[in-house]
């Protein structure tokens, strides 16, 4: 039997808060540049609501503009959060290392959320692309919680004789259409979802990506 393993991006591989932080450092400064508001007030606003709310919230800028009371299109401001600096570094530590290791012994990919040409700055600068077999961006199928992008993902493995896990952070909606496909599911503790319960949906929880080859190994 054919063992694939894949992973979320964000919180997962890549940390986000470091993308996050310089994201909203940029729409701070464009905001002074533009309307001589304070940086460290704007960013202080962004970050309190992001940390309060997660990244699952969707009207963080729409928030901005009005506690701000800003005239300016809110594409603006989505387009410097979408178009910001991806640095090698934004990786966990044990991202590259647990990759390298898997890719020897099986199939890997990643399933991610989010905005496609923002995702793939990620992939493609952090060195990740070259590590994996498949990568999803279930933006140009249907977005997670739903089955769709994992049922894809298997379907592009060509065998009809698959193990497949996967490895991913936020209980809210990671694990729930992996689960529907019979995925075994893996949570990583960690990130801006790690105080969040587990569910009936995660199978291990895990504090660090080193721990996936012994469940993958093990798991019958």
Known sequence: MMKAVFFDLDNTLYDSEKYYTRAFKSISYYI???FK???QTTYEILNKNWKRNTSMYNRIFDDLVEDLDLKININDIVKIFNEQK?????????TIPVLKKLSNEY????ITDGNVLRQKRKIQKCGVESLVDLIVYTKTLQPKPSPVSFQYALNQLSSNNIQPFYVADNPKIDFIGAKKMNFT???IVRGEFKDVDSDKNVDYSIKTLKDVREIVETKL
């Open 185 to 187: 599911t893996i949570r």
């Open 32 to 34: 002074y540049k533009n």
């Open 107 to 110: 199939k890997i990919g990643i």
């Open 37 to 39: 508001i304070n940086q």
């Open 86 to 94: 991806v640095e090698e570094n934004d990786l966990f530590l044990d």
